[in-house]
């Protein structure tokens, strides 16, 4: 499926960009294991990632609560049956909304995970799990978790932040498949400034833009460090207006960088790392 754009006068861009850089394609999704995927879902103005390698799948952050209905039909289109775990970037109700009603089904759960800094007294996990016999697993900028094939290593947050829990978000780095993606869950501009400085934001193929594209995010010191190929935006403008921001989109553009917004599909935004490649489609 070819790449659709909300914004038209992009489509020259990225077809130019198609023919000038090979290593961006969309030829669909590559075959089950065999390089690093990632689907992000359509929820609205929220997220939820599935990001799968080989026999290792995760869901990144769980949409509303009044998004799981969509969260869970899109997961058994996927024949997801079994996560090998749930991380959640940071405790707003557009990213831990659906869990509870996850963990009620039965999708079953190896882990849950969750940032170590957040700004509520409990974190809305340790209220999902209650009347169960797991628990939260906090995860620090350092830790990593397993990922068949590949390596999925957190990044930050570096400290907490107790006046914009956006800035306590998980921030991600999935590498497999031949290269590699950035999570950055809602980080805004103080957190990116903490991971910039400290020298811990790397090159990647993939960008998932923090905040849902908001202006208060993704600054242009990112961008020239990260130097994605391709971004992805998960938002959805009839609900949140000022997503994506003209001046993310105009950045992005400068860059010759590529957008993709979950808005535009019907499930789903996929892309898929496949021996040095980037496939993507629209579902």
Not at 31 to 38: A, F, H, I, P, V
Not at 198 to 209: Q, T
């Amino acid at each position: 499926m070819s790449v659709r754009l909300l914004h038209g006068g992009w489509l020259c861009l990225v077809l130019c960009l198609f023919l000038l850089c090979p290593a961006l394609s969309t030829l669909g999704e590559a075959e089950n294991g065999t390089g690093l995927s990632l689907l992000a879902i359509n929820v609205g103005k929220a997220d939820a990632l599935l990001l799968r390698s080989g026999s290792t799948a995760y869901l990144i952050d769980t949409g509303t609560k009044k998004s799981y209905e969509q969260l869970e039909r899109v997961l058994r289109r996927e024949g997801v049956d079994r996560l090998t775990g749930v991380l959640l970037t940071h405790t707003d109700s557009d990213h831990v909304g659906g869990l509870k009603q996850l963990l009620a089904s039965d999708i079953s759960v190896d882990a849950v995970y969750a940032s170590a800094y957040y700004n509520k007294k409990k974190h809305p996990a340790e209220k999902a799990l209650k009347k169960s016999d797991q628990e939260v697993h906090y995860l620090k900028a350092g830790d990593s978790l397993p990922l068949d094939g590949g390596t999925l290593e957190v990044l930050g947050p570096l400290e907490p932040n107790d006046a914009k829990e956006n800035c306590n978000s998980l921030v991600l780095l999935a590498t497999g498949g031949g290269g590699s993606m950035l999570l950055t869950g809602d980080m805004e501009f103080p957190e990116e400034q903490s991971l910039l400085s400290a020298g811990l934001i790397p090159r990647a193929d993939v960008l998932k833009v923090g905040n849902h594209g908001e202006g208060d995010a993704t600054s242009d010191a990112l961008i020239a460090a990260v130097q994605p190929k391709l971004a992805v935006i998960s938002t959805n403008t009839a609900e949140e207006p000022d997503t994506p921001d003209p001046r993310v989109l105009t950045l992005l553009s400068r860059w010759k960088v590529p957008v993709l917004q979950t808005q535009e599909a019907e499930n789903g935004v996929r892309v898929t790392l496949l021996e040095g490649r980037i496939e993507t489609a629209l579902e």
